[in-house]
């Protein structure tokens, strides 16, 4: 079994910096892609950031230049550092991985559970 935890998140004002941080643990065979998503109330669970195996990263256009993906491979990290945060990036933050374990070599999409990040003007 391998599941995803992040830690991290909280409360900050406007303008301020947050960096989060998610922990692949378990039997874990090998990860792909790692990814960062959000969902803002009413609103859809939306790319945030990816970035491979290999440290090709990817961004939603809106938060290029504010956020930053980095990953530890030897640790099973991913980490996104948020600077200058506005209201609006208020959301529920979910780390992704593409995983496979020791068990199935098969390769399948995890989701962690999810922490709460609220900006405040």
């Known amino acids: 079994q391998v599941q995803l935890v992040e830690s991290g998140g909280g409360l900050v004002q406007a303008g301020g910096s947050l960096t989060l941080s998610c922990a692949a643990s378990?039997?874990?065979?090998?990860?792909?892609?790692m990814a960062w998503y959000r969902q803002a109330p009413g609103k859809q669970r939306a790319l945030v950031a990816a970035?491979?195996?290999?440290?090709?990263?990817n961004y939603a256009d809106t938060l290029k230049g504010r956020f930053t993906i980095s990953r530890d491979n030897a640790k099973n990290t991913v980490h996104l550092q948020m600077n200058s945060l506005k209201p609006e990036d208020t959301a529920v933050y979910y780390c992704?991985?593409?995983?496979?374990?020791?068990?199935?070599?098969?390769?399948?999409?995890?989701w962690g559970q999810g922490t709460q990040v609220t900006v405040s003007s």
């Open positions: 378990g039997s874990i065979f090998s990860i792909n892609d």
């Open positions: 992704y991985a593409q995983m496979s374990s020791d068990v199935s070599k098969n390769l399948y999409g995890y």
């Open positions: 970035i491979t195996s290999g440290g090709s990263t």
